[in-house]
C-alpha cells in the first residue's frame, strides 16, 4: 500500500502535511518513520475493521477516545469480537473521519509520539524481544494490555508485529 498522507501532501502541497512526514520520534530519521507508517496502513481510509478499528491505520475506538477524537461508548458484540465502540466529538464525525486519510496519519503520528513518550519516561515498558517499532506497533493495534498479553495475539497483530519490527 500506499502511504496515504504522501499522496495528500503532493495533491495539496499543504505545510502542515509536508511538516508531519518528518519522524515525530527522536532518534528515528525520517525514512525509518514513514516506513513505519506504511507498515501500519493495513486497508482503506474509508474502511472498518472486523475489529472495529477505522481507517487506513485500523485506528481502535479507546485510543480515539485517548486522543480526544471521540468519546467512549460500551462494547457490542460484532461477530465472535467484543468491540469497543466510540462517538465522534464536534467537529468530527465518523463519516469525516473514514473520508479523511491525512487526517488519519495525522492521528496515528501523534498516538505514536505519545506511546514513545510513554516509553520513554518509563510509564510503559518495552516487552523483552521486541525492538522499539514492534512496540509501537503492538501499542497501536492492542493499546496497553497488549505489553501485557504477548506474544499471546491474534495472527494479525503478531504480523504486523513482525513487519515492524526491524525497522527502527
Given at each position: 500500500m500506499s502511504l496515504v498522507v504522501v499522496q495528500a501532501a503532493a495533491a495539496t502541497q499543504a505545510s502542515r502535511f509536508r511538516s508531519s512526514l518528518r519522524s515525530p520520534l527522536e532518534g528515528v530519521t525520517n525514512e525509518a518513520w514513514v516506513m513505519?507508517?506504511?507498515?501500519?496502513?493495513?486497508?482503506?481510509?474509508?474502511?472498518?475493521?472486523?475489529?472495529?478499528g477505522l481507517g487506513c491505520y485500523d485506528m481502535r475506538a479507546r485510543r480515539l477516545v485517548e486522543l480526544g477524537y471521540a468519546k467512549a461508548l460500551p462494547q457490542e458484540r460484532v461477530g465472535e469480537r467484543q468491540v469497543q465502540a466510540c462517538e465522534f466529538l464536534p467537529p468530527w464525525t465518523r463519516a469525516r473521519f473514514l473520508t479523511d486519510a491525512a487526517?488519519?496519519?495525522?492521528?496515528?503520528?501523534?498516538?505514536?509520539?505519545?506511546y514513545d513518550a510513554d516509553l520513554a519516561t518509563g510509564r510503559l515498558s518495552r516487552r523483552e524481544g521486541l525492538s522499539?517499532?514492534?512496540?509501537?506497533?503492538?501499542?497501536h493495534r492492542g493499546g496497553r494490555g497488549a505489553l501485557l498479553a504477548w506474544p499471546d495475539m491474534f495472527k494479525d497483530t503478531a504480523a504486523l508485529v513482525g513487519r515492524c519490527e526491524r525497522i527502527f
Amino acid at each position: 500500500m500506499s502511504l496515504v498522507v504522501v499522496q495528500a501532501a503532493a495533491a495539496t502541497q499543504a505545510s502542515r502535511f509536508r511538516s508531519s512526514l518528518r519522524s515525530p520520534l527522536e532518534g528515528v530519521t525520517n525514512e525509518a518513520w514513514v516506513m513505519f507508517a506504511r507498515a501500519l496502513e493495513v486497508q482503506t481510509a474509508g474502511a472498518v475493521s472486523a475489529s472495529g478499528g477505522l481507517g487506513c491505520y485500523d485506528m481502535r475506538a479507546r485510543r480515539l477516545v485517548e486522543l480526544g477524537y471521540a468519546k467512549a461508548l460500551p462494547q457490542e458484540r460484532v461477530g465472535e469480537r467484543q468491540v469497543q465502540a466510540c462517538e465522534f466529538l464536534p467537529p468530527w464525525t465518523r463519516a469525516r473521519f473514514l473520508t479523511d486519510a491525512a487526517e488519519q496519519y495525522l492521528a496515528l503520528r501523534r498516538s505514536c509520539a505519545l506511546y514513545d513518550a510513554d516509553l520513554a519516561t518509563g510509564r510503559l515498558s518495552r516487552r523483552e524481544g521486541l525492538s522499539r517499532a514492534g512496540t509501537l506497533a503492538l501499542l497501536h493495534r492492542g493499546g496497553r494490555g497488549a505489553l501485557l498479553a504477548w506474544p499471546d495475539m491474534f495472527k494479525d497483530t503478531a504480523a504486523l508485529v513482525g513487519r515492524c519490527e526491524r525497522i527502527f
